[in-house]
């Protein structure tokens, strides 16, 4: 398992902008992180009204870009940069991740991955209640050239 602080220190995302709590598991394929980052007041994607479900769709990504890094690093390499790209078949459910008690998992899992191309299916559960998914396109930049996971 990998704290916030390990967290910070893989992926651009610093100080608040880092929403993940936890990497609770990850393999070469999928991650799956926690977090209770969507309570806090000062969470910076919340809006007056509080935090809109659409801001799940950030917590995946940095979860894409948290796997990306770890894949990196088992292979001696460096993930420079990593753009998201595309979303695809995304699916929220109504409310605000504000209002919700339970923890956040984060699952993401990479379904493709050439030449820094990456596509990733997402989820966002609480209390094994479906909030978020879809898919994603990455296009990232190594170290060393290409990595596949």
């Known amino acids: 398992m990998l704290g916030h602080d390990e967290i910070s220190k ?5 100080g608040d902008m880092c929403l993940l709590d936890t990497v609770r ?10 977090t209770l980052t969507h309570h806090k007041k000062d969470n910076p994607l919340r809006s007056g009204g509080g935090l ?9 990504a940095q ?3 948290i796997h990306g ?13 990593g753009y998201l790209v595309a979303l695809r078949d995304v699916q929220l459910a109504q ?11 984060i699952n993401v899992q990479c379904i493709y991955a050439e030449a820094g191309n990456m596509i990733y299916t ?12 879809g ?3 990455v296009v990232a930049k190594f170290s060393n050239g290409e990595i596949s996971p």
């Open 10 to 14: 893989l992926i651009p995302h610093t």
């Open 95 to 105: 409310g605000w991740c504000s209002d919700i008690e339970d923890e956040l998992e």
């Open 63 to 65: 979860a894409m870009a």
């Open 52 to 60: 809109p479900m659409v801001a799940l769709l950030e917590y995946g």
């Open 25 to 34: 598991s990850w393999d070469k394929q999928s991650v799956t992180c926690v």
């Open 122 to 133: 997402m989820s966002v559960h609480a209390n094994k209640k479906l909030l978020a998914s």
């Open 69 to 81: 890094c770890l894949i990196a690093e088992k292979k001696g390499a460096v993930m420079e940069e």
């Open 135 to 137: 898919r994603a396109t």
